[in-house]
């Protein structure tokens, strides 16, 4: 076998420069994230809003979203799971990729300050407004199968199926599917790498704001994910309003929080120049 | 490197039907047939090595991490683990392990993710998205059709606070994973060309792939 490894030398300071990499991702340098955004929250301005949608629990819906518009994903009186997927509109083969948002954010836990990257090392979503602060992007959505077990000789949708329509009806099909980020479910990892429901289901009046940092398909579904300790299948209905949001300011959170978020935005400032 | 592990009587290097060599940053892919188990061999020690499975007659059909993840209730890949496809039907079972970390969380490196994670300057550096860019071209696969993937030998712990971070590896050289397909499978490798973080101990290594028939 023909291999010649690399030097000590070289290796010692890839490494050193990982550590300080790591150090500064770990420590959130420059700024501090802040917690959760305060409920209820304040009114959007009549004039700001495009659209306004209330989703059924248990549906789904789409959504063309342009750069500098922004969601608020409101559970309203509920407890409802929103699962959440996004690809850019120019270009449909660029989508939301979690496990790339987790590794270079150094976290799976997302909120207030961070931000969410397409495959292509861009930002395509800041998180702007959260008053939860718990959402999954490890475990996905329910499907035929899970809720068949779950809610047994119940009539149920499932995310697998929400989904598989929203693709097929924007002219895209099962492969263009991307995981899925589930805001409003209270999932973390235990030490020995188990997952649980940690807490309160989430509150009603929770809400996510998410600003679009590029043009966007958007799709949503509101089926209860499956580690919701509801045992019965009784998904709340959801309010999504579109707005014109303000412009970022020189020292906007999401965009100088982390020197990841920093260079993230310069990779969609060459896309959109 | 160390000798070939047995971990059946009836598998050994000779009767194996299939024996590939990978060299350190390079992609490969194979079919696997129902029945048949594939050994991935970490050759000389912690080397992360990225694999994708697809349905070998529809590759609509390909891996899920979220859904291998949700099935199993667990971050982590190891003996027992069943390899989930997007349709939810079970692809490969892992049967062997003398490793016991690899990871389903992180996803592959691609020179673009590099730029946000390290820096403008590592973007021409060679990744494994680019590996699988390649490889899964010839199956007339693109972009589209690359998923989260599996990272084996891979050692990223996730805490209950969400912290997440790559660290060294604990794979030795000669550990292995072996893996029997419940369908036959199209699998996509690529041996891991990252040296900005500890996933390959800064130094990517050669591996080995092995498939034997099932012992029935």
């Not at chain 1, 509109?89 to 997302?110: F, M, P």
């Not at chain 1, 509101?222 to 009784?234: E, F, K, S, V």
């Not at chain 2, 859904?67 to 971050?75: C, I, K, L, N, Y």
Request: proline share 6%.
């Amino acid at each position: 076998m023909m291999h010649v490894r690399r030097s000590p030398e070289e290796i010692a300071a890839n490494r050193a420069r990982y550590e300080e990499h790591q150090k500064k991702g770990l420590e959130f340098a420059p700024k501090t994230l802040p917690g959760p955004s305060p409920v209820p929250a304040s009114a959007i301005a009549a004039a700001a809003i495009i659209h306004q949608e209330t989703i059924p629990g248990g549906w789904y819906w789409s959504t063309k979203l342009l750069r500098g518009e922004a969601i608020r994903i409101d559970q309203g009186e509920g407890n409802s799971t929103v699962a959440l997927v996004a690809w850019n509109a120019e270009d449909t083969s660029e989508r939301i990729n979690l496990v790339d948002t987790a590794k270079v954010q150094w976290t799976t836990a997302l909120g207030k300050g961070r931000v969410i990257f397409s495959d292509m090392g861009r930002v395509m979503f800041s998180i702007i407004e959260d008053s939860s602060g718990a959402h999954d992007c490890l475990m996905g959505g329910s499907t035929a199968a899970s809720n068949a077990a779950k809610y047994p000789g119940e009539k149920t949708r499932n995310t697998r199926d929400n989904l598989i329509i929203i693709a097929v009806k924007l002219g895209l099909d099962r492969r263009d599917i991307p995981g899925i980020l589930n805001l409003f479910a209270p999932v973390r990892l235990a030490e020995a790498g188990g997952f649980g429901w940690q807490g309160k289901r989430s509150n009603s009046g929770d809400y996510v704001e998410l600003r679009a940092e590029m043009d966007m398909l958007v799709g949503f579904s509101t089926c209860p994910h499956p580690l919701d300790p509801d045992p019965a299948y009784q998904p709340k209905p959801v309010v999504i309003t579109r707005y014109k949001a303000a412009a970022p300011a020189a020292d906007d959170l999401c965009r100088t929080a982390t020197a990841e978020a920093v260079r993230g935005f310069e990779n969609n400032t060459l896309m959109q120049a | 490197m160390s000798d070939f592990i047995q971990t059946s009587p009836a598998r050994t290097i000779q009767n194996a039907v299939q024996d590939h060599f990978i060299p350190a940053e390079a992609p490969w892919s194979g079919v696997v047939r129902k029945g048949q188990t594939i050994r991935i061999e970490d050759s000389l020690g912690q080397q992360a090595i990225d694999t994708l499975f697809y349905r070998a007659d529809d590759f609509s059909e390909r891996y899920s991490n979220q859904d291998t993840m949700r099935m199993q209730g667990a971050a982590y890949i190891g003996i027992g683990t069943k390899i989930m496809s997007n349709e939810g039907n079970v692809m490969l079972t892992m049967t062997a392990d003398s490793c016991g970390r690899h990871d389903t969380s992180a996803g592959a490196c691609s020179c673009e993710s590099n730029t946000v994670r390290f820096g403008h300057g590592t973007k021409y550096l060679h990744a494994c998205r680019d590996n699988f860019v390649l490889e899964v071209s010839k199956h007339g696969m693109g972009k589209r059709d690359i998923v989260p993937n599996i990272n084996f030998f891979m050692n990223v712990p996730i805490k209950p606070t969400g912290e997440m971070t790559i660290v060294d590896g604990i794979s030795a050289p000669g550990d292995y994973v072996e893996l029997v397909a419940e369908m036959d499978v199209l699998c996509v490798i690529s041996n891991c060309p990252q040296i900005n973080n500890p996933c390959n101990g800064f130094d990517p290594t050669p591996i080995r792939v092995l498939i034997w028939d099932g012992e029935d």
